[in-house]
């Protein structure tokens, strides 16, 4: 007999489900009508929400839109201003209290710079990662008073500190808050509050990071002052850095600000946002002309993916490991000499932070396979280990959740007996709302649904991680637990060229709520596969075509090597991207996603088995067969109630449910499942 666990290894795939949009080809072809998209892209539109020819007008010409004033949006705006414009009249000290993440750092440089320039006597301050944590505190207020400070301006923060604003008005100063984060139950007793999720739902400003609110602040002041001339542009640079940093949703207004912002960025006059460029080797694109005004045809422009993997990184690891004022030294001076030295500290701290995530991950996968865990039980992964810098671990959570596609909790222990960590989560669950079911065992948290941060005694961790366990159960699914895969409309190979890829260009910028388009192409073959890098996988795909010819492409699957070798036959989920050598562009895929060719699973198919038997397991009937793969063999064991457990050769996670399409992932090396194969195989006589 021969055991599970000692089959030669097979390929392995990622664990995924995939969710493809229904296609809707008449309004298909009206909208790429109205438009001149084409059809495929004209699909990705109805996926979006755009149901008619204007809508879809509108949002490929954001500029169009008439936007309501800020003024009449933010019910405190009007106030804020009067009180800054009396400040800087007064010549009253004025402090800024920010954060220490991209988002945090840009908004405090962005009113630092815009306050400077309207006359006004400003410093500020962020709080200490390591021995503070986020937002405003008690000491920094009491500082801010002993210096002579009138008014406290909060950034990216604030909207949950009631007692640090109640100590700020006690003193007598003057506080305007400006966030983005969920509302509390009860809001600070600031003078003024701007924060998004405060105005009405359907507002074109709801989405706004903070360093949104921050531009919306410093535009209407200087509109009051009189001196919106030479500022509004260099802000602009800031509000798109940052709020792409941060993962805004690329909707509303932020979709129109970004959409100039993207093309003004590569000839910033800030020599910090240059400088970053230069050293993060950020190239900017030709940008295709569809729906570009023709003054501004064949425009350079960044695209939102060089904010969010280049630029923005670098900035955030400062914030994560070092110190922030590096950043605020780099994105307020106009000295290109200062701004590089600035720029390469970026550069040489984010160096750091790639080898602590790189090891941290390693440290924490380690744990995760060693501990055996039943994730399908606990349906969230909670992982607490000493000697991790907890200013990467949220990083290393998000990784996480893409490799096992539960809601994961990760922290590190403090020397005063605490934890602190980090919360990445899946669509279907909450992570703010988890963290107050779990109030009453934490210290400080916060966050929204899809991140957030917590801290909490090390004694409640066992009580922590059942709580969070209870409340996933609340909420998901068994079928949730796989990473979701969303796709767009099927393209093959032979139909991805140039002027579709520049046609792309019309729906950017792209990211949170406007994602990227997603295609899928079906049973390629994978005829070169090889890892490069940073255990990265590059492959090429060949498709056969109906007049019998073949379509090539080369691809990249970032962070795959695991799954090296792929199998020879796969349908494939991608990305289109370019690659840019020598003067030439080539037309490439990223893929996110892979999974064996449809007609291969598909049980409506009739497939010879190489053997069957029937067996009998704790005094019950089961029957099972063996299948030929492409990738191998496979045994499926029915049981009296009607599932099937299916495991391939060598792997350790098996499938169980009554179809492929809803079956759970489970971990056959669990007790159960590993003394049932057994069996099977024996009455196989394997």
Known sequence: MLDPSGFSPPHRLPLQRWQIFSQQPDLCVQLADATGLSAVLAQVLINRGLKNPTEAQFYLNPDSIVLPSP??????????????????????????????????????????RALRWLGAEVDYAIPSRMSEGYGINIRIVEEFHREGVEIVLTVDNGISAYEPVFRARELGLKVIVTDHHDIPDKLPPADAILNPKLIREDSPYRGVAGVGVAYILAVCLAQKLGKTQGLITPLRSLMTLGTIADLAPLTGVNRRWLKLGLRQLPTSELAGIQALIQVAGVKAREQGNFYIKQENKNTKSLKPEDIGFRLGPR??????????????????????????????QCEQINQRRQQLCKQIEKEAVEWVENSQINLLEK??????????????????????????GVPVFIGTYEDSGHIRGSARSIPEFHVFEALQFCDDLLGKYGGHRAAGGFSLKAENLQAFSDRLSVFAHRCLEPAHLKPLVQIDAELNLDEINLDLYRQIDALHPCGIENSEPVFWVSNVRVVEQKIVGENHLKVTLSQQLKNGGYARIQAMAWRWGEYFPLPVRLDVAYRLTENNWQGNTNLEIEIIGVRLPQEQTDQSVPVAALAKAEFYYENQKYNCALYAKNSGQEIRIKTPQGQVLAIEKGQKIGIFGTNRETALPVDVRQKQFFNLIKSAMAALQM
């Open 71 to 112: 003024i009449d949006e933010f019910p405190d705006l009007q106030k804020s201003v009067d009180l800054l414009v009396q400040a800087i009249s007064l010549k009253q000290k004025i402090a800024i209290c920010g954060d220490y993440d991209a988002d945090g750092m840009t908004s405090t440089s962005l009113l630092l």
């Open 315 to 344: 900035i955030n690891a400062v914030g994560r490991i070092g110190d922030p004022q590096i950043v605020i030294d780099l994105l307020t001076t106009d000295d290109m000499g200062l701004a590089l030295e600035k720029a390469m």
């Open 379 to 404: 349906r969230v992964l909670v992982v607490v280990q000493p000697n991790w810098h907890h200013g990467v671990i949220g990083i290393v959570a998000s990784r996480l959740v893409e490799r096992y």
